[in-house]
């Protein structure tokens, strides 16, 4: 059964940074396209970084520059390094699996998800 699990989540100051983590189990994460979402309160889910099979990346424009999104296919773990902060990231993190060559930030190429992490940029 393909299963994600994200963690890493947490409380950060603005200008601060975190690491989020996906595990992923019953599947060959290299093998998949992966995605990082995210949901503020109110607000849609909204697609914030992917990589594809072959390692190409995809950002949105609001987190380029501060987040670095990787692959470690021994450990079989998607991670998410978020930098310089801002409360507008204040959010739920997701990390999701999807068939194809290529990745996309839209939820319709992704099959599998995760049960999110809370990261909260606060003073």
């Known amino acids: 059964q393909l299963q994600l699990a994200e963690s890493g989540g947490g409380l950060v100051q603005p200008g601060g940074s975190l690491r989020l983590s996906c595990a992923a189990s019953?599947?060959?994460?290299?093998?998949?396209?992966m995605g990082w979402f995210r949901q503020a309160p109110g607000k849609e889910r909204e697609g914030v970084s992917c990589i594809s099979r072959s390692g190409r990346t995809l950002y949105a424009d609001s987190v380029k520059g501060r987040f670095t999104i990787s692959r470690d296919n021994a450990k079989n773990t998607l991670t998410l390094q978020m930098n310089s902060l801002k409360p507008e990231d204040t959010a739920v993190y997701y990390c999701?699996?999807?068939?194809?060559?290529?990745?996309?930030?839209?939820?319709?190429?992704?099959?599998?998800w995760g049960q999110g992490t809370q990261v909260t940029v606060s003073s």
């Open positions: 999701a699996a999807g068939w194809g060559d290529y990745c996309y930030l839209r939820e319709t190429s992704y099959t599998n």
């Open positions: 019953g599947f060959i994460l290299g093998n998949y396209a």
